[in-house]
């Protein structure tokens, strides 16, 4: 009876003072999740290092993510098949597999690919601002024609291999904290890239919401974080020695950007 009264003490003050108080699942509930990744190089965790040895050139690392969610979480089974340089089209045919009516998670984080964000990038260092605005310009305008229907094809398939999950759509962190004296490309390009990853992100999140999935959206927690910023960088910037980790997240880009985000929406 006592507890019974500090409970409801505890709801009136919250709601006093206008605090919103969620209860915990318990830890059993996730305990017993089946968990399967799914997805591109930023769920694989290119960028972030200690890339498992099975994992090739899909680079997967066990600072990704879905790899730090399994050793907080500890589910009853775990497997990532996300893959650096996957698309839609590659998780239909060869990630989809691993799902089962058994599974209860999944994750997954798809889209930059196929609209070519490495080609965007490439272009916009190497041919300045006004041929990177045009490229931008063109994967904006294919992922408004396209994009859609792609995801739409994506998490079918998923409803269709492990109709008993929980899904969660997880987006992409916005590349440049603007207004900041910044060397390398032009405010003009930094700022358009930031609006055709926002532009990604945004479609993402609408066709997870109309697939009845939850959306994960990063870009909130890596503000102070981005290229340009005065904070500690959680993305590689442009890294000649080794382009593919260029615009992905590091380590602590994973665990203190990604990671939180995904842990809150997925449970």
């Not at 990853?197 to 479609?203: A, F, H, K, Q, Y």
């Not at 904070?231 to 880009?253: C, D, E, I, M, R």
Request: proline fraction near 3%.
């Amino acid at each position: 009876m006592r507890r019974t009264r500090l409970v409801s003490l505890a709801l009136s003050l919250a709601t006093a003072f206008g605090v919103s108080l969620t209860m915990a699942a318990p830890a059993q509930a996730a305990a017993t999740d089946r968990y399967v990744a799914l997805g591109d190089s930023y769920a694989s965790g290119v960028g972030a290092g200690s890339y498992t040895s099975e994992s090739g050139s899909c680079q997967r690392s066990t600072n990704a993510y879905p790899a730090l969610y399994a050793a907080n979480i500890k589910p009853a089974s775990y497997r990532s098949v996300a893959c650096s340089g996957a698309t839609t089209t590659s998780v239909i045919n060869t990630q989809l597999s691993a799902l089962s009516s058994t599974t209860t998670l999944v994750s997954v984080t798809v889209g930059g690919n196929d609209v070519g964000f490495a080609n965007i990038m490439s272009t916009c260092v190497l041919q300045g601002t006004t041929q990177c605005v045009a490229a931008v310009q063109a994967a904006q305008d294919k992922a408004r024609a396209q994009l859609p229907g792609l995801l739409r094809n994506v998490y079918n398939g998923i409803k269709t291999r492990a109709p008993n999950a929980r899904v969660v759509v997880v987006g992409y962190p916005v590349f440049y904290q603007l207004g900041t004296v910044c060397a390398g490309l032009s405010a003009t390009s930094r700022t358009k890239i930031n609006e055709g990853i926002n532009l990604v992100d945004d479609i993402t999140r609408s066709a997870a919401v109309a697939a009845g999935f939850k959306f994960a959206d990063v870009r909130a927690q890596f503000v102070g974080h981005q290229l340009c910023s005065y904070g500690t960088k959680w993305l590689h910037a442009l890294n000649f020695a080794s382009l593919g980790v260029s615009y992905h997240p590091t380590a602590a880009g994973q665990s203190g950007g990604y990671y939180p985000v995904f842990r809150s929406v997925a449970g």
